[in-house]
């Protein structure tokens, strides 16, 4: 995949001088981040590096307690619920699916909160969201306990995709899954930012994700945010950012990387 130039975006989305507690704990001292429109933006970090807060916050989930998010112009605190779900997909860890529904009716969930569509339309488009998440169309009738870890990510990729979002926030898609599992689901969220123009913002700590997906990259550390492309990054002298970029778990993602460059 080809990584989106950045020079002639426009952030979609911004952090202005977030901060972020939890008691007396300091999380986010001060982060600054733009989201730049069409962009696929990994954030990394290491374990309490607040990458979820973070991921909350940009979606306007998670009111910081000093700074600002911004979507466009507008503060993330001033869109009301159907714009907010209209605007944001949001796949969260484990794929959060009500286990009493089925995959279609937790698909359908964000139609029947936020829009008029009858029903029959309502179940059309869920058909349509399955297919284009890449679960066959016996997934919707039955129960998320029924699938495998894959197919559950993939129902939430679904859902998150119900309203036709210009944002997907993803967090940890392709944990606990298998490298082959795993690598069916970043194939999805390049295909969906390529053929779909939707911006993705991912939380994880898979390498192959971050190497082989990601436009750029926002890692945290230390209460700070370092934004860059990967080349850019792999040059950093930051202790935390080089181990990372440079262990041997990242040579193998490297690997991946040039292999998917190359049929790219």
Known sequence: MKPATQRHLKPIVSARDVVNRFGTQKVHDGISLDVLRGEVLGIAGGSGSGKSVLLKTLAGLHRPDSGEVLVGDKPVDALGPAEKASLFGVLFQQGALFSSLSV????????????????????????????????????????????????????????????????????????????????????????LNRSLGITVVIVTHDLTTLFTVCSRLAVLVDKKITVGT?????????????????????QGAMSARKHNHGNG
């Not at 284009?132 to 306990?145: F, Q």
């Not at 392709?174 to 599992?181: F, H, I, N, Q, W």
């Not at 950093?236 to 262990?247: E, V």
């Open 104 to 191: 279609a009716q937790n698909v359908m969930l964000p139609m029947r909160e936020h829009t008029d569509l009858p029903p029959e339309e309502q179940e059309r488009l869920t058909a349509m969201k399955l297919a284009l998440a890449g679960l066959p169309a016996d997934a919707g009738v039955k129960l998320p306990a029924e699938l495998s870890g894959g197919m559950v990510k993939r129902a939430a990729f679904a859902r998150a995709l119900a309203l036709d979002p210009r944002i997907l926030f993803l967090d940890e898609p392709t944990s606990d899954l298998d490298p082959l599992t795993a690598g069916g689901i970043d194939a999805l969220i390049a295909q």
């Open 230 to 250: 990967l080349d850019k990054l792999m040059r950093s002298d930051q202790p935390w950012i080089h181990d990372f970029l440079h262990g041997p778990r990242a």
